[in-house]
């Protein structure tokens, strides 16, 4: 049986890796789209040197026409469309005052409308192919509850929850669900790039900063990105068919509500 296809935008470190890396061990065909080739280059042959089938495309979620030639890449390269990861995304950390009209145009477009772009994009395969198909965003326990310092981030994030409920709603009846995850503190570059601030800011060093999070997860432990991997492979998969509108909280327990 033809292997389905997933497209993981940001695939190519971080959280996006992980994710690309379980959906191709679950069976997928799997696209690392990155705005850094190299990267991307060398996640997708590592995968294929195990066995796996992978491509690297390169995008530029805020461009709208490279999300849908990229999209269009893969689905002629790969032979099929079915799941879309919009998982690349900003995490500056801008305490309101911070936030410059070009630094809002330049989150905002990568972490709101990428996802639009790659909603559309998606939606066009799906549709041509007339079988359905997956989107799953990426938001943010910021996205759940307003971070301090992070009024851009987390307003984006909170946007993405808004938006997932929206196209969920909006696309039901094509038979595409829109789902999301919601990430605490993951182990990547994003997050030990905030680390290395926080600990900057208080005279410590980056793993105090990194330490100065896990305090607020239940779990006692930061997240590792396979953590958040696992739950994408859930909303990839058909386990969760009849899911769709809903956030995944994948947090270790940092906020209950
Ligand atoms: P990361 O910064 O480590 O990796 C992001 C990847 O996205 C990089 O490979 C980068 O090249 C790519 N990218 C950046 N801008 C792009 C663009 N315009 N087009 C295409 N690719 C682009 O990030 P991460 O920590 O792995 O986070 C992944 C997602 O998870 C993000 O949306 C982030 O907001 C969210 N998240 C992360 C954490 C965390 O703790 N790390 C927590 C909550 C949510």
Known sequence: MAKKVAMVTGGAQGIGEAI?????????AVAVADLNEVKSKEVADDIEKNGGSAMAVK?????????????QEVADKLGSFDVLVNNAGLGPTTPIDTITPELFDKVYHINVAGDIWGIQAAVEQ?????NGGKIINATSQAGVVGNP?????????????????????????ENITVNAYAPGIVKTPMMFDIAHEVGKNAGKDDEWGMQTFAKDIALKRLSEP???????????????????????EVDGGMQFH
Do not use: C, M, W
Request: glycine share 8%.
């Open 20 to 28: 690309v890396r379980r959906l191709s061990a679950d069976g997928f």
């Open 59 to 71: 995008v530029d979620v805020s461009d709208r026409d490279g999300f849908f030639a990229a999209v």
């Open 126 to 130: 799906f549709k041509k192919q007339g």
């Open 149 to 173: 310092n992070l009024a851009l981030y987390s307003s984006t994030k909170f946007a993405v929850r808004g938006l997932t409920q929206v196209a969920a709603r909006d696309l039901a009846e």
């Open 226 to 248: 396979e953590d958040v991997a696992a739950a994408v492979a859930f909303l990839a998969g058909p386990d969760s068919n009849y899911i769709t509108g809903q956030t995944i």
